[in-house]
């Protein structure tokens, strides 16, 4: 499959991973970025309070990162 989309398109598997790789990094600067302005510095304000927990679950992951965030801040768990 990945030969025939080479041909196809003329552009080889490993240029395909480079540039994915060069993707993922440029969004996570700019997540990190984003956090950054959105925070001004300060954590998140979960101590103490109830929080719910919303995400699509496509794979997983922003949910496990969430999670762990929210942990870290200590909310009720009652």
């Given at each position: ?5 080479q ?63 929210l ?8």
């Open positions: 499959m990945a030969r025939r989309r041909r196809r398109c003329g552009a080889g598997v490993a240029d395909h991973a480079a540039a994915t790789a060069r993707h993922r990094r440029a969004r996570g600067r700019e997540l990190v970025r984003r956090e950054a302005i959105y925070r001004a510095g300060r954590p998140p304000l979960a101590s103490g309070k109830t929080v719910i927990l919303v995400d699509e679950v496509g794979t997983g992951a922003s949910m496990f990162a969430a999670v762990q965030a942990r870290e801040a200590e909310p009720d768990r009652s």
